[in-house]
């Protein structure tokens, strides 16, 4: 009955050893900005912590740090990080895949099965898959129907045989998640506003597919610079397209060193000819002594006359 | 470690920055490079922490009993904390616009402060400005949509130097009314003897010195001392000379020398923008703007410059209550 017990007060004399069984801790706050809070009290955090996932960029995502405190290491983490080294993915590479991912550790099972098996029966390896799920953690979010659209829409789009787009396509597997518009544009920048014919942009493409992901804006002054002031004619731009990847003013940097060493010679058939991918992907030092021929305080203080 | 790093980050240093790159991205390009560097260095090592863990009983198979560990505390493990510096306060100085190149001076931390009284000494900026007659364009430089094209072949550089002895008579009378001093003292001859006037407030842009460097028709290039100006009045002036010289001329480049005390051999350029260096730049410019500040500001208001004039009014209004 009620009135028969009476309540235990708070003021009542204990033995000594159930005042030690009793353990007292601070309350877990509610509501809380980060994941540091409960990172000491959650077992699947602090596994996730000892895989190498960064939690200071997940608890920045939307929803991705509610959603591992909800998971049970147990009974669901682990058969998904079973299921990422059976696709091939290396285990000191579970960590940043995690961070960059999260929500992979929310998704079905089965469906993620389905999806590796479509990408198994469009013919990719193993260790490509592997690579292309590493490179882009988000692929396997994708639905099987949304992936079958996006291949074939590379395949209509740059007209490369069915090798080539596949090839490509493990090289950049970014160009499957992200947006198709976009690469459309940037097609069509290379055609009408560049002026390159096409077979040469699917070589372009073929080379250095990031051009595809790239601003229009910073295309078009690359170019600019690169046709118009160095002189450089399509078919050069053909054989080196990694010079659109880099920093114009980088490119515009080396051209007037070169230029006013006397050494700006682009054109293979003369003599002390410079190729445009080494005028690029060199690093400071060995461009100034192999090709321009002068110490690192030269460059410096031309740089400073600019 | 990153505290050391940090400690010497305090003060003011110049930078390099190059043509075609706004002022803005320069600034978070040395924020950014810095921030790599501080957060590279290791931090402090985690809290340590005593917990009960459950282990395998020494005696037989089976039982656990709980052992005492010193376990280190999670919540300050690198990964869960993030980096430890995330933003730095880096202040810019007399700002350079998109097209022009040249000294920029950045102040870190504690040497914010000394920016405005930096600004506040109003120091003279040198600049070198190439033009090109034969042409004139709707923003004064080579890159805008033209408007006239014409000849050139009747200008020499004495008709050149003569125009700009009469830019800077102009600009000195102006410099004279705008510096508020009376004229009529024995003190404001000795500061004029010595060079010192110039205005202490705010006045519209002033040409203290003009020269011509080079003369190569049709490119010229011209040396600039000036106050309180932007880099498009002095695409301006390359205008207006071309227009007095019954031609026309644009500007092909805007690139500042000095900049108060800071000079193109204290600038780094952009393949020294790390740590270290900027910190061996800090060093060396301390002396000199330190005694640059109590030459021109002084303590309190002992300086000639305040007593004489400056900005009296000022003084004026602070007196009546």
Not at chain 1, 110 to 125: D, H, I, M, N, P
Request: aromatic share 6%; hydrophobic share 40%; net charge positive.
């Amino acid at each position: 009955d009620w009135d028969d017990i009476p309540p235990s007060s708070a003021l009542e004399v204990i033995s000594e050893e159930e005042a030690v069984q009793i353990i007292a801790e601070p309350l877990l706050p509610i509501q809380s900005s980060t994941l540091r809070d409960y990172v000491d009290h959650s077992e699947t955090l602090a596994k996730l912590v000892h895989l190498g996932v960064d939690l200071s960029q997940v608890e920045k995502r939307q929803k991705a740090g509610q959603l591992l405190l909800t998971l049970d290491f147990e009974k669901d983490v682990k058969k998904i990080l079973l299921f990422l080294k059976d696709v091939g993915v290396e285990d000191n590479q579970l960590g940043p895949f995690l961070t960059k991912n999260p929500y992979i550790l929310g998704e079905d099972l089965e469906a993620l099965e389905t999806r590796v098996a479509y990408l198994k029966s469009k013919k990719f390896g193993k260790s490509e898959i592997a690579q292309m799920v590493s490179r882009a953690p988000y692929l396997l979010l994708f639905s099987v129907e949304r992936l079958d659209n996006r291949l074939g829409f590379f395949k209509n789009e740059l007209g490369l045989s069915v090798k080539k787009t596949k090839d490509l396509v493990i090289r950049l597997p970014r160009l499957l998640t992200g947006k198709l518009e976009p690469v459309k544009e940037n097609l069509q920048v290379c055609q009408i506003e560049l002026g390159f014919q096409h077979n040469e942009i699917q070589q372009i493409v073929y080379k250095t597919p990031k051009i595809l992901t790239a601003s229009k804006k910073r295309l078009k002054q690359t170019f600019d610079y690169l046709h118009n002031i160095m002189g450089i004619p399509h078919h050069m731009l053909t054989r080196f397209p990694q010079v659109f990847n880099s920093k114009l003013l980088r490119i515009r940097e080396r051209h007037m060193f070169l230029a006013f060493l006397g050494r700006a010679q682009y054109d293979p058939a003369q003599p002390s000819y410079v190729s445009l991918d080494q005028l690029v992907s060199l690093p400071d030092e060995v461009f100034c002594t192999e090709i321009a021929k002068a110490s690192m305080q030269d460059f410096e203080n031309f740089l400073k006359t600019l | 470690m990153a505290a050391a790093g940090l400690a010497g980050l305090a003060g003011l240093f110049a930078v390099y920055k190059p043509a075609g790159v706004a002022w803005s991205r320069v600034r978070e390009a040395v924020e950014t490079r810095l921030l790599r560097e501080l957060n590279a260095a290791p931090g402090r090592p985690p809290r340590q922490r005593v917990r009960f863990l459950p282990a395998p009983a020494p005696g037989g198979g089976g039982a656990l009993e709980l052992v005492a560990a010193r376990v280190p505390v999670l919540a300050d493990h690198p990964l869960v904390l993030g980096p430890r510096f995330r933003k730095l306060k880096i202040g810019a100085g007399h700002r350079l616009d998109v097209k022009a190149s040249g000294v920029f001076v950045l102040g870190i931390g504690h040497g914010n402060k000394l920016l405005t009284d930096l600004y506040n000494c109003h120091l003279t900026k040198v600049y070198t400005v190439g033009g090109l007659f034969g042409k004139a364009t709707d923003d004064f430089s080579d890159t805008g949509n033209l408007v006239e094209k014409t000849t050139f072949d009747h200008i020499t550089r004495e008709k050149l130097e003569r125009i700009l002895a009469v830019i800077q008579g102009t600009n000195q009378k102006a410099l004279l009314m705008y510096s508020n001093i009376d004229m009529k003292t024995q003190e404001a001859y000795e500061l004029a003897v010595k060079g010192l006037i110039r205005p202490m407030g705010k006045s519209p842009p002033i040409i203290t010195a003009v020269r011509c460097i080079q003369f190569a028709l049709p490119e010229f290039q011209l040396e600039i001392h000036c106050l309180h100006e932007t880099q498009q009045y002095l695409r301006k002036l390359v205008h207006e000379i071309g227009l007095e010289l019954k031609s026309s001329a644009v500007c092909t480049q805007v690139r500042r020398i000095r900049d108060g005390v800071f000079t193109v051999d204290d600038a780094l350029p952009r393949t020294q923008w790390n740590l270290q260096s900027i910190q061996e730049a800090i060093r060396n410019c301390q002396l000199k703007v330190e005694t640059e500040l109590e030459k021109t500001l002084g303590h309190g208001e002992n300086s000639p410059l305040h007593q004489l004039g400056g900005d009296m009014a000022e003084h004026a209004r602070q007196e009546r209550p």
